[in-house]
């Protein structure tokens, strides 16, 4: 007897910035796409993590980074044959809800499904449900960025509770759960301990594919019980081929700041990446393939030579065997840049900031917040 299967092509972060938006307008935009769209357009659901709104309007928000891109990149994005997009991540609302809203509209004009954010929470926990061959398929996605609330607008959050209770309830009505999560250290190429715990938790709640972004850089993939885990899939779409927005990108994470950063200049790993190739059967992974590919300096996606395709592949195994055959001794590190990454996060932040953050702020935060606010405070009397 055999059984129906369901194809999964699944990408990483998508981020039309300024700078590739003056390189390639959205009218040439299928140039893009062109050397990989037969990857990704010959799969029943292909999605990728789209970073920045498609919008021209909005306010944007007092940050570090912002990226808005033209409307017209939806149709780009049919074009390349993703008909499913994430939008729970960190520069969704760039914008503001403005530029979220018309990044939905335009994807819907385009029939592009798309998950992870709306205007309150049951619009952003919405999964996208499927039925392709008698098989039904939710994909969800969640982030740390921009929780939304029962009023207003925001991403679905990645609080682990509500993930995992989340997760297995959609899990009761379908057959096969993808999960996107937009999480994670940037320039590391491994998971932190506690990225490891969020994402095994998510599989053992139900999630067949675990699908991780935000890194910047490709982690590493495992097979944990019965689900495929990618901890990061890398950027498919940035800028970072230019060696300045690379150096001003660096210097703004806690891995520059603490001297700990493993990244020169030269470096390309934030240019290099996967395409998953993945089929279900059977409510299981029957099989998956990781597909190599770059980001020229024309910020074109094409696929690896056979080389670097073969250098790439080793590096994503020995990373890989880390997971399951961790060294400990990288793990403290690794969390010690988590726990400065928190404290130069909310060191960026004004005293009325931080007092509307911690309403946010989960109960294992606390022991890095109290001391923040303890010298913000004696600061502000002073």
């Keep these: 007897m055999t ?23 959205p009218e040439a935009g299928d140039r893009i796409f062109e050397k990989v769209r037969p990857l990704l357009a010959d799969s029943d659901i292909t999605v990728g993590n789209l970073e920045c709104p498609l919008s021209a309007r909005g306010t944007p928000e007092d940050k570090e980074f912002t990226y808005r891109a033209s409307p017209e990149w939806a149709g780009v994005l049919r074009n ?18 403005l530029g979220m809203q018309d990044t939905v509209r335009r994807l819907e004009q385009e029939r592009i499904s798309h998950v992870g954010a709306g205007s309150n929470l049951h619009e952003a926990s919405k999964p996208m449900i499927r039925e392709i061959r008698g098989i039904k398929v939710a994909l969800l996605a969640f982030t740390y960025s921009h929780p939304a609330k029962k009023s207003s607008s925001g991403c679905c959050p990645d609080d682990p509770d509500f993930m995992i209770n989340h997760i297995k ?9 993808i999960v996107s999560i937009h999480d994670g250290l940037e320039y590391i190429d491994y998971p932190s301990r ?29 097979t944990y019980k019965n689900s495929l885990i990618c901890y990061s899939l890398g950027n498919f779409v940035s800028d970072y081929t230019d060696p300045n927005v690379r150096n ?50 024309q910020f074109v996606v ?55 953050r911690a309403l946010e702020i989960r109960p294992r935060h606390l022991k890095f917040l109290l001391p923040f606010l303890k010298a913000k405070l004696a600061k502000e009397v002073g």
């Design 302 to 356: 094409v696929e690896m030579e056979e080389e670097e395709k073969a250098k790439f592949l080793d590096r994503v195994q020995e990373i890989s065997k880390w997971i399951t055959e961790p060294d400990e001794q990288i793990l403290d590190e690794i969390d010690t840049i988590a726990r400065k990454s928190m404290m130069l996060n909310l060191k960026r932040l004004g005293l009325k900031d931080v007092m509307f």
């Design 169 to 177: 309830t959609v899990r009761q009505a379908v057959d096969v759960v």
């Design 3 to 25: 059984h129906e299967s369901v194809t999964l092509t699944a990408v990483g972060d998508i981020i039309i910035t300024p700078q590739v938006e003056k390189t390639i307008s």
């Design 248 to 297: 001003e990108s660096y210097e703004k994470t806690a891995l520059s700041y603490f001297g700990a950063s493993p990244l020169e200049i030269d470096d390309l790993r934030t240019t290099e990446s996967f395409i998953l190739q993945c089929r279900l059967a059977g409510g299981r992974i029957a099989d998956y393939s990781l597909r190599p590919v770059k980001i020229t300096v």
């Design 194 to 222: 506690e990225t490891m715990r969020l994402f095994r938790s998510v599989a053992d709640a139900g999630a067949n594919v675990v699908l991780g972004h935000h890194p910047h850089v490709v982690q590493g993939v495992e």
């Design 80 to 97: 390349a044959g993703f008909n499913v997009l994430c939008l729970a991540n960190n520069h969704i609302f760039d914008y503001g809800p």
